[in-house]
């Protein structure tokens, strides 16, 4: 079974879906795998690596798309809003397709990849469960751009981060305020620290309160509780416009008094809530910064502009995409060993394993013979259930 390796050509995207390293891995359990020359070398990989490790070098993309049984993307057509379309021609009756597909994105790109007869998996599916663990590339991405919004704060703030005593009398320790306890969150605030800021964070999941203060960080209370806070998933539920307008209003004195904001408040399939105000905003003192996570979707901050940074009322809001495509070598690197870890779960004795009693398959498994099987984004898109849905529902 041959496994595919196209360059991405998302702008800007300097990662790669499979590296050198995890090649021999592949080779063991007989796959073979073909890279479209130079997809690697932004991050850092170079051609001969590859080579060096087993794979087979083709420069023409299209060759990559013809050979290959299994497609290894990081940004796939769906998530590619740009330029992912391009792509499309080259898919194949039957080919499997594996990365980011934005599966709670558009329908409509969902069903063109299904009408060409791809056998799609989007990661964003993967379950939180232990054994998907190693396979779960949004969490690893996730903790990229945790690490790199502070090192970006860091690097905007007028301050620096630690307490310093010195000949000039003590410098105080920067403040960050980390909103929405997440993978990236909990990443920020563990780089926060290691800078020798003093940390704290606010997420509406009680559960949350705990992995902040291990990792030293201050959990902020606010006097209102959050209906259904989380969802079997782990994730935050949306809430209604009156519980965020009521959390705003709570949240305005730890923002005020905060130096840099990371905001990385985000649900799945749904607009981020807006929890930074513009008065939030003119309230922090000049020099500040806010870095939104949330921004591809609109953004946690009401100043924001994705893909921007921007100055407002003195305070520096920093709406960059693609976070994790900027720490490019270490990025690919993570995103590479969760996709080989599911490639060999998902292949055996040199088949695809579409299992749908695996949960593993059954929650990533988005596109099938020109259907989009995948019960969760049906329902997300108000698609009647497929035959067989409800004896599956019924079984689990």
Known sequence: MIIGVPREIFPGERRVALVPGVLPNLAKAGLQVVVEAG???????????????????????????????????????????????????????????????????????????AAKGVISFSVELMPRTTRAQSM????????????KAVILAADKLPRIFPMLTTAAGTITPGRVLVIGAGVAG??????????????????????????????????VELPIEAKDAQDARGYARAQDESFYQRQRELLGKAVADSDVVISAAVIPGKKPPVLVTKEMV??????????????????????????EIVVEHGVTIIGWLNLASTVPYHASQMYAKNISSFLLHLVKDNKLQLNLEDEIVRDTLLTRGGEVVNARVREFFGLPALAGEAKEVAKS
């Open 136 to 147: 779960d590339a949004l969490s690893s991405m996730g903790t990229i751009c945790g690490y």
């Open 39 to 113: 997809a690697g070398v932004e991050a850092g990989y170079p051609d001969a690596d590859y080579a060096a490790k087993g794979a087979k070098l083709v420069s023409d993309r299209a060759e990559v798309f013809r050979s290959a049984d299994i497609v290894t993307q990081i940004l796939c057509h769906g998530s590619n809003d740009k330029t992912g379309k391009a792509d499309v021609p080259y898919f194949k009756n039957g080919q499997a397709l594996v990365g980011f597909l934005r599966p709670l994105g558009s329908l409509e790109t969902i069903q063109e990849i």
């Open 186 to 219: 909990l990443q920020a605030i563990a780089t926060a620290r290691r800078l020798g800021a003093v940390a704290s964070a606010y997420d509406l999941r009680p559960a949350a309160k705990e992995q902040v203060q291990s990792l030293g960080g201050r959990f």
């Open 282 to 307: 003119a309230s922090m003192a000049p020099g500040s910064v806010i870095v939104d996570l949330a921004s591809e979707r609109g953004g946690n901050c009401e100043l924001t502009r994705p893909g």
